[in-house]
């Protein structure tokens, strides 16, 4: 399970870093994948305003405007 997150991640901050935006990467990556639990929740944190995009697993990938992360 770890594996196939790992891989969303690292196939979200790929497609970001070759200048892919949040609405577009939500479309062809995080919207259809099964392991996506639900749409986008905004929230904010210490360096401003963020995206969660929470998983089947609990874990929430975090969209801060430059990359993703794994909460």
């Not at 790992?6 to 901050?13: E, I, P, V």
């Not at 929740?41 to 874990?59: A, C, F, K, N, V």
């Amino acid at each position: 399970m770890t594996d196939i997150v790992a891989r969303l991640l690292d196939a979200c901050n790929a497609e970001k870093n070759q200048g892919a935006d949040f609405p577009t990467i939500w479309k062809t990556i995080l919207k259809a994948h099964p392991y996506v639990a639900g749409s986008p929740i905004q929230d904010s944190g210490e360096d401003g305003p963020i995206l969660r995009i929470p998983l089947i697993t609990g874990q929430f990938l975090v969209f801060l405007g430059s990359n993703f992360s794994l909460l």
